[in-house]
């Protein structure tokens, strides 16, 4: 499974998630299964893992233990899973990259560097938006705000005019043609650096990432038992932040909502105040590795 995904931050998240042994963990993102196979090298007999995900390549290439049980279904809905199936977690896992094998798989059209791929980037290839819908069915303000909230991409205005410009002369149906389409804003020598903001843009509105990360913190706080442990690595500002909030104020907007008492409601405590970082040494053999964060929290006995 290791040609499928470099686990990121592989030690360090394990052993902040297990408590217990013979407890029950969720991997809320599947992927490669690294982390599942480090979680499970380190439970007894006892111990159980759920893992989920939304992509059917990563079920079907799924490593064979009789201590795990694997959910074909997005993150978001591992709340309902824990409710359905009456069970609490000692810990949840979320790796919230992209998996390597979605990267490199040119079909998948997550990735400019393969020039005529179809503009697809869906996670669970069974749903219907596909980044094709929304660079030629999207308003042209709303290809804007896209751009600029999930890419935080500069000229974002100028950027989603020329796409408007250039689906009005054709569809836009490969990565090169989004490309070419946007051509004039690259800059010289910095031409992956703005792309690669493009692209995640896209992924970000084609798989509903922010909305699914909200629903999925709240659902995994819920589903924790007293004392469980929240574990989730990130690779960009917009969930890093939205992960942060969610530990310090139990909300990603980060709004501190208190008790008559002057207390914040908040129903986890941060354990790392600080994120973890990637060594050099993990940067140099994995360099998608280099944008991650570990955030480690508990959840609160009262909570």
Known sequence: MSEYHIPVLLAESVSALITNPDGTYADATFGGGGHTAAVLSRLNDDGRVIAFDRDIDAINGALKDPRLTLVHNNFRFIENYARYEDVQFDGV??????????????????????????????????ARLTAAEVVNNYAEADLERILKL???????????????????HGEIRTTGDLDRAIARMLPRGAEHKVLAKVYQALRIEVNQEMRSLEIFLDGACRSLKPGGRLVVITYHSLEDRMVKNFIKTGNVEGEMIQDMYGRVQAPLEAVNHKPILPSEE????????RSAKLRIAQRRAEA
């Open 150 to 168: 999930y890419g935080e991409v500069d000229g974002a205005r100028n950027m989603a005019r020329l796409i408007a410009e250039a689906r009005s």
């Open 93 to 126: 896992l979320a790796d919230l990259g992209v998996s390597s094998h979605q990267f490199d798989t040119a079909e998948r059209g997550f990735s400019f560097r393969f020039e005529e791929s179809p503009l697809d980037m869906r996670m669970n290839q069974e």
């Open 282 to 289: 993990e940067i140099a053999g994995n360099t998608r590795a």
